[in-house]
């Protein structure tokens, strides 16, 4: 081997130092391999270390002894009919707007990315306004559209003569009102989350395509699409666990969803931690399972970018196992040979 070492003075200058000549200015019958190892002391890290082990087992210690958590009452509502009705209707929430939310992004998406200004700029406005508004705000006003519109009809442009007409209030339900909220908001968000994932696909492998003859609906299929999602889908996930967590504000138009059946039980009987405990370990179920997902689909989109897949959390149990149960068979030799 061959290294190359500074030597000090007026004028450094590189000299070649030949790998066996540099072993034999080593001390003669001196067993390198017998020295011990001496392992860096890293005192900070396990000083923090203790400090967040003592955190922690404090926090746990307070869990079990603090009766103000009230965890008999807490298992006594987790599995009730109306906190699981009440969790229905947030997935319910989470599905459809959702759905929604990203199928109006991507044609947001599109149109911000389109040559006509009259689309881009509608795109634009769209996002603007709604990004704008707070949610809060949108709910309530979809919730009171009443006031502003008594009925909505379908008849001739530009004046009252409806051939088909209905009271808004009826038309717009609570249901209604919450959807539209939370889809509304969601696509404005969605929108320029697709729109930057297709942009960061490189401009350069469209114009090969396209030299190549490859249909315009196979590029956007198989090259931006795929390409895309590796961008789009980390923010993607972050948004439905949002909208997910964005549900609980559907609570002050009295929409039966798991935040608000948690309030009106603590209402009733006053258990207002334990109530509240029951939503959060609910919310915390959810979006670890949405999380996990979000692991694996990664994984999946990956494919295109690494030789080599990330290992899954068994996989990486099942090794983190084997290196230790290695190290347990080195013991017994070590201390055979030291004998």
Do not use: C
Not at 131 to 136: E, I, K
Not at 311 to 339: F, H
């Amino acid at each position: 081997m061959t290294q190359i070492r500074t030597v000090p003075g007026p004028a450094a200058v590189p000299e070649l130092v030949e790998g066996p000549l540099r072993q034999a200015q080593r001390p003669a019958g001196v067993d390198f391999g017998a020295l011990p190892v001496v392992r860096t002391k890293h005192w900070v890290r396990w000083i923090l270390g203790v400090v967040v082990v003592f955190v922690v087992a404090q926090l746990v210690w307070t869990l079990f002894t603090n009766a103000g958590y009230g965890w008999p009452t807490v298992a006594k509502y987790f599995f009730s009919d109306a906190i699981l009705r009440g969790l229905g209707m947030t997935l319910l929430l989470t599905v459809v707007a959702g759905a929604i939310g990203f199928a109006v992004g991507s044609l947001l998406a599109l149109m911000r990315l389109s040559k006509s200004p009259l689309l881009n700029a509608f795109a634009w406005s769209f996002i603007w306004f709604f990004r704008s508004v707070p949610l809060l705000v949108q709910i309530l006003v979809w919730f009171n559209l009443g006031y502003l519109y008594p009925t909505i009809g379908l008849g001739v442009p530009f004046t009252t003569d409806y051939f088909v007409e209905a009271q808004t209030v009826t038309l717009v339900s609570a249901f209604a009102a919450a959807v539209l909220g939370l889809s509304l908001n969601q696509a404005a968000y969605s929108a320029e989350i697709i729109r930057g994932g297709i942009l960061s696909v490189d401009a350069g492998q469209l114009e090969a395509a396209a030299a190549l003859g490859i249909p315009q609906h196979r590029r956007i299929t198989r090259i931006i699409l795929p390409q895309a999602a590796r961008s789009i889908i980390p923010n993607a996930f972050n948004e439905i666990i949002g909208l997910l967590k964005g549900t609980s504000i559907i609570s002050v138009i009295a929409l039966a969803e798991l935040f608000y059946v948690s309030q009106v039980i603590y209402n009733r009987n006053q258990q207002v931690i334990p109530l509240l405990l029951v939503a959060v370990l609910w919310y915390m179920i959810l979006t670890t399972v949405l999380s996990i997902a979000q692991f694996y689909v990664e994984r999946y989109y990956s494919r295109g970018s690494a030789r080599v897949l990330p290992p899954t959390p068994i996989q990486r149990a099942k090794a983190w196992v084997a290196v230790q149960w290695n190290r347990l068979d080195d013991e017994p030799t070590k201390t055979g040979a030291a004998a």
